[in-house]
């Protein structure tokens, strides 16, 4: 049983489709995406945890906890199976998810994930890095310092996910990204090629594509969950 209760917001109606945030964000970041999306789709944009206003609890901070929370999640609202779009830190945790419960995904939407921490540009993760070491240096005598090294850590330390694990996930999954995407090119390229059952999609933009360019990418994401409900059927 999870020391935590996930915070949430729900809307709309029809298959579940679970939105998951970034790093340091809250599920108010998919605002582009519940209107629409809810007309044919019961969604939840959730806060993971010690994130928005789901607390830290005292398990531990990384993304085998998140995708064992987002598994008593489920079972708390009795979903059975599920949609997810993960975004960045959300579309790790989407993708770990994933692979230790293929069971209970029907369609997987990954966007701007990664692999490795090495899969982000290193002119954007040496900030982190940088920012991380800082953090964790006033940890001990600051409440605030310890819960941003804690977040920053993830990016630093996570995800360690090997391309051969991929090949035996058949759940029909996007790879979305933004052409100026802080992930490297043949990242995102690996991820989408060791995945057996996957499309590539370029949006127009950065890291932030369903945020910046909303239209463009739920016109995306649509389009791949029109395409591929025959195979889930």
Do not use: W
């Not at 989407?94 to 692999?115: M, S």
């Not at 990242?187 to 999609?201: D, G, K, M």
């Not at 932030?208 to 969950?225: Q, R, T």
């Amino acid at each position: 049983m999870s020391d935590i209760t996930m915070r949430y917001v729900k809307q709309g109606g029809g298959p579940p489709l679970l939105f998951l945030h970034g790093n340091g964000e809250n599920g108010s970041y998919f605002v582009n995406q519940m209107g629409a999306f809810s007309l044919h789709y019961t969604v939840y944009a959730i806060d993971t945890r010690g994130h928005g206003q789901t607390p830290r609890g005292e398990a531990p901070f990384t993304m085998a906890q998140f995708a064992q929370d987002l598994l008593d999640f489920l079972d708390e609202e009795k979903i059975e199976r599920t949609n997810i779009l993960g975004f960045s830190d959300g579309g790790n945790i989407a993708l770990t998810f994933a692979l230790a419960h293929p069971e209970r995904v029907d369609r997987l939407i990954l966007n701007g994930a990664n692999l490795s921490p090495s899969g982000v540009k290193l002119h954007l993760q040496i900030p982190i890095v940088l920012s991380y070491h800082l953090a964790s240096l006033f940890a001990g005598r600051c409440l605030e310092a310890k819960l941003r090294a804690e977040i920053l850590g993830l990016m630093v330390k996570e995800p360690h996910i090997r391309p051969e694990e991929l090949t035996a996930l058949t759940v029909p999954t996007l790879v979305i990204v933004g052409t100026k995407d802080m992930i490297k090119d043949e990242h995102t390229l690996l991820i989408a090629s060791s995945l057996p059952n996957s499309r590539l999609e370029i949006i127009v933009g950065d890291h932030f594509i369903a945020a910046k360019n909303p239209d463009a990418f739920n016109e995306a994401v649509a389009a791949f969950l029109a395409d591929t409900r025959s195979e889930i059927s």
